[in-house]
């Protein structure tokens, strides 16, 4: 489950925003201080963090400025809240490292719908930067593959054909769409290459390598 902070320093206005968020399937802490949230970060860190700007012991900005410094943290999407409503208050919220804006008073759906949708852009970043599948996983910013923890040594095309298998798992690709993704040219009837290298992709996988299956006449297909 997706867990979420809420540093609000008003009890009814916490327990509102935790109520609803649990109720749309989120499990929440709640911290009325910025010094129980600290501690807590460094135990757990969560999918997501609601901040109120002003805090009885620190400010929301100062906050978010130390996350953003931090490397464990400074990911971590964070939505402000706020009662102040000048553009200017919203700008430095964002140049500090926000990543959205809420103004009191506020709806209990616009929280809710704002909280998706900024988990929904960081989360789809998370999945692009490591692809998984069974005991296969791939970190395409280190362009690293392991196997069963294993780390394969793979050319670069290679790679990107493992690549295009693991972000379309279980369809078929097509000789066709497979040469253009990854060679940027038609395929040709006689041309061998993608055939050699899904051959050596195989081998260097081990037992895993045979997930790549072949679909005679048309194409290839990880399952």
Known sequence: MIKIFIVEDDKNIREIEAFSLKNSGYEIEEFPNAAEFYKRLEEEIPKLIVLDLM????????????????ARWKKIPIILVTAK????????????????????????????????????????????????????????????????????ELTYKEFQLLKLFLRNVGIVMNRDTIMVKIWGTEYEGESRTLDMHIKTLRQKMGSSGNRIKTIRNVGYVLE
Do not use: C, W
Not at 56 to 70: E, Q
Not at 85 to 90: C, F, G, L, N
Not at 123 to 145: A, G, S, W, Y
């Open 85 to 152: 409503t000048t553009e200017m208050d919203k700008v430095r919220g964002f140049e500090i490292g926000a990543d959205d804006y809420l103004t009191k008073p506020f709806g209990v759906m616009e929280l809710i719908s704002r909280v998706k949708a900024l988990l929904r852009r960081t989360m789809d970043i998370e999945d692009e930067r490591t692809l998984e599948f069974f005991n296969i996983v791939m970190d395409t910013e280190k362009h690293l593959v392991k196997v069963d923890g294993e780390q394969v």
């Open 55 to 70: 805090l009885p012991d620190d400010d929301g900005l100062n906050i978010v400025a130390k996350l953003r410094k931090d």
